[in-house]
């Protein structure tokens, strides 16, 4: 699989899609306030709106294994799309495409 993923991005970045990314990490934050988006991106809409503590976390990896007692939204500087959401979390956001390329 690593082979597979050095291979995928080597071809990725040999192409003009490396220079389109670029741009659109640099336009993101921008477009984002002149629309007053808020500077995160949601990882997977819902039907229904949620509610619950809201934390505030460096990165989903670091606390996988952990049990909410109650309902949580977390805010993640990063994700990278292979880690379990805990138990008792209803919600997650990240901070920025940039951090998540695996999901987005």
């Not at 490396?18 to 921008?30: C, D, G, M, N, W």
């Not at 809409?45 to 952990?66: A, N, Y």
Request: hydrophobic content about 45%; overall charge negative.
């Amino acid at each position: 699989k690593r082979n597979i993923d050095v291979f995928v991005d080597e071809v990725l970045r040999g192409t003009s899609l490396i220079a389109v990314s670029l741009v659109l990490q640099r336009l993101e934050p921008v477009l984002r306030g002149l629309a007053h988006l808020p500077p995160w991106q949601m990882i997977s809409p819902v039907d229904k709106p949620v509610q619950g503590e809201f934390r505030l976390i460096d990165k989903m990896l670091h606390i996988q294994d952990k049990v909410f007692e109650t309902p949580t939204v977390l805010l993640s500087g990063a994700v990278s799309g292979e880690e379990e959401v805990p138990d008792g979390v209803v919600g997650v956001l990240v901070r920025s495409a940039k951090e998540a390329p695996d999901i987005l």
